[in-house]
């Protein structure tokens, strides 16, 4: 072997190292995605097209705890070749780079944001906040749902239904606005009324034909003993009883 070719064999070496070093770590966005595999397109701006082949994309999860997400087209990606550059079809992308097609609104630091197709989104701030916004429902299926807020537990809606076999309230219940049973009502304690009338317990009760009153306090005057006539003209003809 002469200089000459030692020398064009070493520089046809050098030539292919570099190109298979170039090709060991590249960006790219991906063009299309069937199943577990994406085609990555490594010239985005370019007229030509300059894919890859199919290729898997790194999985955070993917054993016993296993997640799912397909990368989004013209997501960016970085693209491992694990052949050395010789192989594309060896190579696995790695997911995600921010780019211009998506980009996030908000970048503070102590704040983590999961967000999809901008109609369901979950922050978390490093203050101990977390909150869940959807354009549509948020719906929970468990056998059991336990909620513990030392402080308090704040609900606003336009409409606020509740189903349930047997619901029970420990402590006091304030309501302001009309309240609507359908149904009865037991009550086995005391209902009382402002000033005007108490009932004790068992003492009042409400049906279809009508109220039953048996034990109440109307203005200081005691139901059950109290005692009045009334003549033709509609005037009492004595003074109640106590």
Known sequence: MN?????LDLTQ????????????????????VSGVKAVIDYAPNS?????????QWIAFEAGEVIKWRAPSLGEQVVVLNLSGGVDEAQAIALPAAYCSDFSPDDTDPRKNILSILDVFKVTSD?????????????????????VEASDVISMQTSEYNRTAST???????????DVKIKGALDVSMQVKTPTVVSYSPGAFSLSANGATLSDATIGNVKFSIHRHKVNNEGQPTETPIE
């Open 3 to 7: 200089l000459t070719k030692a020398i």
């Open 167 to 177: 619901a029970n309230t420990k402590g006091t219940h304030t309501q302001t606005g």
């Open 13 to 32: 070496r050098v030539n292919g190292l570099e190109r298979q070093l170039r090709n060991l770590i590249r960006l790219g966005r991906v063009k299309s």
């Open 47 to 55: 007229d030509e097209d300059y894919l890859s082949p199919p290729i």
């Open 126 to 146: 490093f203050d101990g906040n977390y909150l869940v916004e959807a354009d549509s429902s948020v719906k929970f299926i468990t056998p059991a749902f336990l």
